[in-house]
């Protein structure tokens, strides 16, 4: 107990620290040589000189941020400013470190990555102010049954993109790494063109740790990711468990990638998840499969329209494309940024960023109360005689709760 005030303290401390750093931060540019965006973003970014990027920020950023960082030490200054003017410079190495410190799990390194993420996230901000208050990336997500064909569209589409002189990174959320800390995903083996590409960066998700963490991580992957200059981002996940419906909550577009395999493998796919859908992509139409493939697009084009609409600016569509003949997949992109330009035109897009962090937030105050309250040694103390009462039905769980939560609050 006699930790606590300290432990407080620190927290509040960091917390100040934050929020200094956070509000002395100039929110506006006029000055904005070197924009990027994703609209008509071809070879923005490679037009942009890093030094300037960073001088940009040290002459008018750093003087405000050296007032919060009192509270690092000189290494630790050091290396966050390395990393940051890495990072923004586009320096893949940067970037790769920087998504290490947001996984780590160390106390301290973990408070860095949040001062390195507001920095970044400032950076991005300013990039946001410069493009018309419209993001500098697109966010997609892909998911479908493990299989489906996600990885090779990736490899497709990602090495199409780059060609068009897009910067692409690619983030997986594997929900079988949470629990066996095994691969589900075998996807940098399968992108083989991709991950050689300079212009592409393909990180697969932490094989350890809660979908919480994960999808945690992964989001704050992705703000790294916009930092570095990638206004593409795709985040593949495999259609098992929840972690499609995390991903649904962090990305601009959801596409579904279905293989036309017979019924049986396409009851795994969940009903609430062809609703969170934008664009259905049937996969694999080539050869023998193209006559399945257009039997599933009929099929998922009608009970696509039984569905509630999600947006006002956009109807959901079913398409056919193959990664091994290349059929339809200038197609599915091009559908893809219709997507983006009504979404971004009718505002419903920055509305749906905003609407996420919110979501972000509390799945991140949901997680931390939760912890905290397992940990905490009021609870730790009663709970286990207070499960095993509600487990042999001795006293009903919510009077277990009640009880648990008084021991709780009563002694914070
Ligand atoms: N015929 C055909 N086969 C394909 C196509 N795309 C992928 N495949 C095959 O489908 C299998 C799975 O492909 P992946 O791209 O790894 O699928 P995935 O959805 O990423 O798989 P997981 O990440 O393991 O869930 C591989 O054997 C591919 O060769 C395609 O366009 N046509
Ligand atoms: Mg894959």
């Known amino acids: 107990m006699s930790k606590m005030p300290h432990v407080h303290h620190n927290m509040v401390r960091f917390g100040l620290s934050l929020l200094r750093h956070m509000s002395s931060l100039p929110s506006t540019r006029t000055c904005c040589l070197h924009q990027r965006g994703i609209t008509g973003s071809n070879a923005r970014h490679q037009s942009m000189i890093p030094g300037h990027r960073y001088s940009h920020y040290?002459?008018?950023?750093?003087?405000?941020?050296?007032?919060q960082i009192r509270d690092l030490s000189g290494p630790e200054q050091r290396l966050l400013d390395k990393m940051y003017k890495g990072l923004i410079a586009g320096q893949r190495a940067s970037l790769a470190e920087s998504i290490t410190l947001v996984e780590t799990?160390?106390?301290?390194?973990?408070?860095?990555?949040?001062?390195?993420?507001?920095r970044v996230l400032a950076f991005t901000r300013e990039?946001?102010?410069?493009?018309?208050g419209r993001p500098v990336s697109f966010r997609v997500g892909l998911s479908g049954p493990p299989g489906a064909g996600k990885s090779s569209f990736i490899e497709v589409v990602g090495k199409m993109l780059t060609g068009h002189g897009h910067k692409v990174s690619v983030l997986a959320v594997d929900p079988s790494s949470c629990t066996t800390?095994?691969?589900?995903?075998?996807?940098?083996?399968?992108?083989?063109?991709?991950?050689?590409?300079?212009?592409?960066?393909?990180?697969?998700?932490p094989t350890s740790g809660t979908l919480g963490g994960v999808t945690r991580t992964t989001n704050?992957?992705?703000?790294?990711?916009?930092?570095?200059?990638?206004?593409?981002?795709?985040?593949?996940?495999?259609?098992?468990?929840q972690s499609e419906f995390a991903v649904a909550d962090m990305v601009d577009m959801f596409v579904l990638l279905i293989p036309p395999a017979g019924g049986d493998e396409l009851q795994g796919i969940k009903?609430?998840?062809?609703?969170?859908?934008?664009?259905?992509?049937?996969?694999?139409?080539?050869?023998?499969?193209?006559?399945?493939?257009?039997?599933?697009?009929t099929e998922y084009t009608s009970a696509l329209k039984l569905l509630r609409r999600q947006s006002k600016s956009w109807n959901p569509k079913v398409v056919r494309a193959?990664?091994?003949?290349?059929?339809?997949?200038?197609?599915?992109?091009?559908?893809?940024?219709?997507?983006?330009?009504?979404?971004?035109?009718?505002?419903?897009?920055?509305?749906?960023?905003?609407?996420?962090?919110?979501?972000?937030?509390?799945?991140?105050?949901?997680?931390?109360?939760?912890?905290?309250?397992q940990n905490h040694p009021s609870v730790k103390e009663v709970l286990p005689q207070l499960e095993e009462r509600v487990t042999k039905g001795g006293i009903s769980p919510g009077l277990a709760a009640d009880l648990l939560l008084k021991a709780f609050s009563s002694s914070t």
Not at 108 to 113: D, M, S, T
Not at 127 to 132: I, K, M, W
Not at 181 to 203: P, Q, V
Not at 277 to 297: E, M, N, Y
Request: net charge positive.
């Open 58 to 67: 040290g002459r008018r950023v750093s003087p405000a941020l050296s007032h």
């Open 105 to 118: 799990q160390h106390p301290r390194k973990k408070e860095l990555a949040q001062v390195l993420l507001q």
């Open 127 to 132: 990039q946001e102010n410069c493009n018309g």
């Open 181 to 205: 800390g095994g691969s589900l995903m075998g996807d940098k083996t399968r992108m083989t063109e991709l991950s050689r590409d300079m212009n592409a960066f393909i990180r697969p998700s």
């Open 220 to 241: 704050e992957a992705i703000v790294l990711c916009e930092g570095a200059g990638y206004d593409i981002i795709l985040v593949e996940t495999v259609g098992v468990g």
């Open 271 to 297: 009903r609430g998840i062809i609703e969170r859908a934008h664009l259905v992509v049937v996969t694999k139409s080539d050869g023998d499969l193209v006559v399945p493939a257009r039997r599933i697009q």
């Open 322 to 373: 193959s990664s091994h003949s290349g059929e339809g997949i200038a197609e599915v992109w091009a559908k893809m940024e219709s997507y983006r330009d009504a979404m971004l035109s009718s505002g419903e897009l920055q509305g749906q960023r905003r609407a996420q962090q919110k979501v972000w937030l509390w799945s991140l105050i949901q997680e931390n109360v939760l912890r905290h309250f």
